[in-house]
């Protein structure tokens, strides 16, 4: 049986679902944001501004069942913009059926088209479920982060 998934950019009226959805990423990797991290947050996603961060979201028999967001940047490296994709998100009651894989193709076709050279993430070491995804997507680089918080 093949699960139909429909890909589409974040819209106003998905504002509690798409809540429901990050605040259970945001669980995931341990942490949460404020209230007014939330309205930014979405706010953002739905202005349109070709700097501003992006939102997809996954549907599933009309039910929103998992989202990304990315954003283009400069690089020193190119000419043309990179993808940064920073969240991706599926209801673990779906995962296996291609949720995370068509966010990513989608994210990645959307950069294509608007010109980005390359589209790219980070996960923590222990999400080993979306490891096994990623290393089907994608190159692993051999990169390490650091943060520095003000």
Known sequence: ??????IRPVQAGDHDSWRRLW????????TSVSEEVYKTSFQRLLSGDPGEFKGLVAAIDGKLVGLVH?????????VENTCYLMDLYSDPSIRGQGVGRALIEAVHEAAK???A?????????YNYKGRMLYDRVATKTPFIKYAKKG
């Open 1 to 6: 049986m093949t699960t139909e998934i429909t």
């Open 113 to 115: 088209l608007d010109g």
């Open 23 to 30: 605040t259970a990423y945001l669980e995931y990797y341990e």
């Open 70 to 78: 990315y954003v283009y940047h400069r690089s020193m490296w190119t």
């Open 117 to 125: 050279t390359t589209t790219y993430w980070m996960t923590q070491e």
